[in-house]
């Protein structure tokens, strides 16, 4: 007796997970453009389980589109796309940029069926190649898996709206909701280590995951941080980082050390011609100052300030004309309030240790109040233990479009 046959439903899910999971695999190769997967299908003409006869992932720095590599790798093989089904994560493109649309070359291609996890979240866009597909007479089915394939492109659905990062504040926080002890009871140029190594694993995981990480000139003067990706992850084939994470310090008056850590690891000679540390200054920071940062080939750039602290969305403008689509906060309490209660703040990630500081502790961010009592802002909230460590992520802001249909009424 035969097996049974899986069914379309089951099929599409296997797919679809495929063309997710290539999509993840260009974290960092992809930005400033979307991580998209797809795979193409081909029933046999005797018919039974379709076959994949192409997939791929779009890399910025190749160019083309995930589509493209995937019906190109299907003519490498000598593969007919006549009738084939295609697996986007996210809906082709009708529109020329860089490359020619996706929604051309795939009716071009012949493919009779398109599955799509999500629609393109520009509100200028969305939509369009969908309908150029079904104007072509392709089915198309929209929605399967979306939230997975939405959580990839946050950073990207927000920067495409609004022009401005994707930001992500993270805080290690004690039991009793402080972020690092009183300033008499710590050593100088020393971190506090509150949390233990699988939940700084997962830090590192989360600067891997972003363009620009940002901290205060008082972080660095407290703890003479690095703020790396020492993730050790690379992309398929061994790829690195395509640019460098940008550190990115708010410093008023340039009072960085030239011996601190982040001066002396800046790297001039990226691949990718990039900088990775950028320090924000005032308009009355010490020439002298700037002179001896410039020297060492570090940019330094003046913004906005008033009574001694930078203007904040001047800071996100700043980093979107770099095309910095996510950012990750790792602040003191002064910046972490100052961005929450300027409704900055897109998304959090508050780690709790067992440890507690008591009264006198520095707090959560200045203004917020118990990160407990923050926590009922956030939805969409998940939670997970690194070791002894507590984490609690959420949502402030929804990254995506209402427009965009919900998974559960996707369309076909």
Sequence with gaps: MQPAQPTRAAQDQAFMQQALKLAAETIVLASPNPQVGCVLTQTPPSGGVPKIIGEGAHLYANRDHAEIVALKQAAQRGLSTVGA????????????????????ALIAAGVSRCVVATQDPNPQVSGEGLAKLRAAGIEVTVGLLQQHARDLNDAFAHFIQHRTPFVTLKAALSVDGKLAPPPASRFPNQPHWLTGPAARYEVQLLRHASDAVLTGIGTVLADDPQLTDRSGLVGPNNLPRRRPLLRV???????????????????????????????????????????????????????????GRLSLPAVLSTLAERNILSLLLECGSHLNGAFLQQNLVDKAVLIYAETELGDQAIPFAQGIGSPYLFEESLHRVTRANYGPDACVTGYLHDPWPNPVPPPSKAIS
């Design 85 to 104: 089904t295609a697996y986007v994560t996210l809906e082709p493109c009708s529109h020329h940029g860089r490359t020619g649309p996706c929604a051309d």
């Design 249 to 307: 310090i708010l410093d008023t008056q340039l009072r960085i050390p030239l011996s601190s850590q982040l001066v002396r690891s800046a790297n001039n000679t990226h691949d990718s011609g990039e900088p990775d540390l950028l320090i924000l200054c005032g308009k009355n920071a010490p020439n002298a100052r700037i002179t001896a940062l410039t020297d060492l080939r570090i940019q330094v750039e003046t913004l906005p300030d008033h009574a």
